[in-house]
């Protein structure tokens, strides 16, 4: 399967690529890991990456400058969780609007500091800039060995696939704020939870990882792509999606397919385990007090199979786009593509 041809979001990565210089001491290729990895020269990587919270503000789905500082910091040190990094500490990016300057920071700032601290980790400086729209945007750093990185690549038929946690709280907050004003489901309930541990723990049992900050079929279908794999879905959504999530969509009368497949993710850590493993995944879960969810496995072939059948992952990830940004478009095509 080619990467890059039919899904808007990889032929835009692939061509800033191409139109900037490379590091040297960077390893690994463009798309095969969460956060960018460049050799320090002591036998460890520093691990890099940066995430911005500003179009979900723009589209009405975050209307809490904490929420924002929250999920900001989470999708970046879920990065880091993805490659089994540790972290050093984060920098932030704030464009603060004109109005209600103050109390804007101090929710920001708030979000923030609950992920921070959750992670055992600090905010080391950052920028700050005034305009029209609130922006808030976090650059993480942290330290893997050389060698024990988690990669998106690496999976084999017959891998075995784990979510660290329950699934589809992103979009079923997306679709509370969307369809019911946010009452079924306020975005305070969006909170992920800190990987970082669990990534630490996967070093050297985990054949490939990546966060959910897409949801879980933009997670698959890139596995399925990077890997030259078929994964097969073999849980009914109901056993994957987070209570909550699913009230939200019975509710609604959604398809639970539904609240796997939209754009908003909750930044959860998907991962391989080849069966060779499971034993070691067993020992590491036990330590951190952890059940991993089982998701599917991988197998000859290519794409995302659900109930036996391949599933459009490239149409699924460009819906918003051939939406035109409208969110009740991109809904409506959504739910007829899940149904």
């Given at each position: 399967m080619r990467l890059n041809d039919d899904v808007a979001e990889n032929r835009r990565l692939t061509r800033w690529a191409d139109l900037l210089p490379r590091a040297p001491g960077q390893r690994g290729a463009i798309h095969e890991t969460d956060a960018e990895l460049v050799e320090l020269g002591d036998g460890r990587l520093l691990a890099l990456t940066v995430d911005t919270v500003c179009e979900e503000i723009r589209l009405g789905l975050y209307r809490d400058p904490r929420t924002a500082g929250r999920l900001a910091a989470a999708a970046a040190l879920s990065d880091l969780a993805a490659v089994g990094a540790e972290p050093l500490g984060l920098l932030l990016s704030v464009t603060l609007p004109p109005v209600d300057v103050d109390a804007v920071q101090e929710a920001v700032a708030r979000g923030v500091a609950e992920t921070v601290a959750a992670a055992g980790t600090f905010v080391l400086g950052g920028d700050t800039n005034e305009g029209d729209d609130l922006s808030v945007g976090c650059t993480a750093a942290g330290t893997v060995p050389c060698g024990s990185q988690l990669r998106r690549v690496g999976i084999s038929p017959g891998d075995l696939l784990f979510s660290a946690g329950p699934l589809g709280l992103g979009a079923a907050v997306a679709a509370s704020t969307l369809f019911a004003g946010g009452t079924l489901l306020p975005e305070s309930a969006l909170a992920p939870p800190c990987r970082i541990a669990h990534g630490i723990a996967l070093r050297g049992i985990a054949s490939a990882a990546m966060d959910t900050s897409d949801g879980l079929v933009?997670?698959?279908?890139?596995?399925?792509?990077?890997?030259?794999?078929?994964?097969?879905?073999?849980?009914?959504?109901?056993?994957?999606?987070d209570p909550r999530a699913l009230d939200v969509a019975r509710r609604l009368g959604l398809p639970l397919l539904a609240l796997l497949a939209a754009a908003q993710g909750e930044q959860e850590l998907v991962f391989a385990v080849p069966p060779q493993g499971l034993p070691a995944l067993e020992v590491a879960a036990a330590r951190l007090g952890w059940t991993p969810a089982p998701v599917g496995r991988a197998?000859?072939?290519?794409?995302?199979v659900v109930n036996g059948a391949l599933f459009d992952g490239a149409r699924a990830r460009n819906l918003l786009g051939s939406s035109g940004g409208d969110l009740r478009a991109y809904a409506a095509a959504l739910v007829a593509l899940t149904r």
């Open positions: 933009a997670t698959l279908d890139q596995l399925a792509r990077l890997n030259g794999v078929a994964l097969h879905l073999t849980r009914p959504p109901e056993e994957l999606l197998e000859s072939g290519h794409g995302i």
